[in-house]
């Protein structure tokens, strides 16, 4: 499984719009990109997952570039709600041999400030 | 509909004691794992059931820690004789397909072992 490199922390202020790059220089060809949201004292929550380009739903929208070496998760307008740990994985897409098992790093924590 | 539900929420015990954590997974999902995390970690993969069948362990950190799904549905996490190191939260998350990144996590078990 490739490993994923974040930065730490981010701060933020409400409103803004917040990107958050994640860097996967040894993605292999079946690997997916995914994100996962934290919030203290909860399990975490699948966010958004994507392969090539762009890929929006409700809550965020992922890009990935041609190369596929790293990818940026985008918030649109945060609001304070949006304080949590996130969290970029890459992986075995569905269907290959991987059992799934996610393999988290340490994450970024985001702090929106108001 | 009910999401990931697990019991307790919170549980302490004396070194030494034996403890079961529980989880209760989204009705129909055919994949099921249990989590560990430490404070101020991501979570790390402790085992993986697809249906009823245990089909990886490798994360389990010693003997003492065992889990079962005998029907497929629910599943518990057993540690034996806790040690302080077994402090943490454990977290189960479900998924309706086999080999899944999306994952459906429940809010964790806190266990504090004294």
């Known amino acids: 499984l490739a490993k994923t490199t974040q930065p730490i922390s981010m701060d933020s202020y409400e409103g803004q719009e917040v990107n958050i790059t994640c860097s996967h220089n040894?993605?292999?060809?079946?690997?997916?990109i995914t994100w996962y949201q934290q919030f203290p004292s909860q399990g975490p929550r699948f966010i958004i997952q994507?392969?090539?380009t762009k890929v929006t739903n409700e809550v965020a929208s992922l890009f990935i570039p041609a190369d596929r070496k790293s990818s940026t998760l985008s918030l649109p307008r945060v609001s304070l709600s949006d304080t949590a740990v996130y969290y970029c994985?890459?992986?075995?897409?569905?269907?290959?041999?991987?059992?799934?098992?996610?393999?988290f790093g340490q994450g970024t924590t985001l702090q929106v400030k108001p | 509909g009910a999401g990931v539900s697990q019991s307790p929420r919170y549980k302490v015990a004396k070194r030494g004691q034996d403890v079961a954590l529980r989880c209760d997974p989204i009705?129909?999902?055919?994949?099921l794992f249990w989590y560990q995390q430490a404070l101020g970690q991501g979570p790390e993969f402790l085992t993986y059931?697809?249906?009823?069948?245990?089909?990886?362990k490798s994360g389990l950190p010693s003997d003492r820690f065992f889990a079962e799904r005998p029907e497929g549905s629910v599943s518990t996490l057993k540690i034996q004789r806790t040690q302080q190191e077994d402090s943490a939260v454990y977290l189960c998350?479900?998924?309706?397909?086999?080999?899944?990144?999306?994952?459906?996590f429940g809010p964790g078990t806190r266990l504090t072992v004294t």
């Open positions: 998350a479900s998924s309706h397909r086999s080999r899944s990144y999306e994952q459906y």
């Open positions: 009705s129909g999902h055919v994949s």
């Open positions: 994985l890459v992986g075995d897409g569905p269907g290959s041999s991987n059992t799934g098992k996610l393999i």
């Open positions: 040894n993605i292999a060809t079946n690997d997916y």
């Open positions: 994507g392969y090539k």
């Open positions: 059931f697809q249906n009823e069948a245990q089909l990886d």
